[in-house]
């Protein structure tokens, strides 16, 4: 079993910056890939970046260069830095991981641009 934990969204005017933590239970979470998604209102949830347990990154094609995912794997932790914030990144974001065949999502941690 491993619960994620996702924290630091908010509110932030456009332009801003949030930086994104996911803290996972247990040492499982310090080495499987982990990924971060997100769901606006009335669209599906997507795939924002992915991260391995080596720090090996792959992100949505239209977030290059604005977001970047990070992890610190004695902490269990995985981060996402978002910068230069625009209202079509309002969503709830995500930490998701898979083991074993199994899926496993945090809670959710909402982010919300203002123009």
């Known amino acids: 079993q491993v619960h994620l934990v996702e924290s630091g969204g908010g509110l932030v005017q456009a332009g801003g910056s949030l930086r994104l933590s996911c803290t996972g239970s247990g040492s499982i979470s310090s080495i499987a890939t982990m990924r971060w998604y997100r769901q606006a209102p009335g669209k599906q949830r997507e795939l924002v970046a992915a991260i391995t347990r080596d720090g090996q990154t792959n992100y949505a094609d239209s977030l290059k260069g604005r977001f970047t995912i990070s992890r610190d794997n004695a902490k269990n932790t995985v981060y996402l830095q978002m910068n230069s914030l625009n209202s079509e990144d309002t969503a709830v974001y995500y930490c998701?991981?898979?083991?074993?065949?199994?899926?496993?999502w945090g809670q959710g941690t909402q982010v919300t641009v203002s123009a």
């Open positions: 998701n991981l898979v083991w074993i065949g199994v899926v496993y």
